[in-house]
């Protein structure tokens, strides 16, 4: 089992930047994927892939979405995943769940994570 834990999220404006934070706790050894969803507002059963990151932080993966905006990364040794959020848009606005895998591949698909934490919210305004 393992416990996740978001922090970060906020009201921001557009163009605005935050940094989210997923302390993981338990055992961590067992979870070597991470990656963060969203759920949009009116659509709380649909997990939206944002970004994912392996153990030791080599490969990285991006929904188009936020390429070249957004950054996860990771230091597994204080078990500490982030997404550094940068030239937000109202369109980010969302509840932001932080993720763990038992595999070693990063996925897209919600379906291969089996740890999550209870979100936080963020929302950008126009």
């Known amino acids: 089992q393992v416990q996740l834990v978001e922090s970060g999220g906020g009201l921001v404006q557009a163009g605005d930047s935050l940094r989210l934070s997923c302390a993981a706790s338990?055992?961590?050894?067992?979870?070597?994927?991470m990656a963060w969803f969203r759920q949009v507002p009116g659509k709380e059963r649909e997990f939206v892939f944002v970004?994912?990151?392996?153990?030791?932080?080599?490969?990285?993966s991006y929904a188009d979405s936020v390429k070249g905006r957004f950054t996860i990364s990771r230091q597994s040794a204080n078990n500490t995943v982030w997404l550094q959020m940068n030239s937000l848009k109202p369109e980010d606005t969302a509840v932001y769940y932080c993720a763990a895998s038992k595999g070693i591949v990063v996925h897209m698909d919600f379906h291969e994570y089996d740890d999550w934490g209870r979100g936080t919210q963020v929302t950008v305004s126009s």
């Open positions: 970004a994912a990151i392996s153990w030791s932080g080599a490969f990285t």
């Open positions: 338990g055992r961590t050894f067992s979870r070597p994927a």
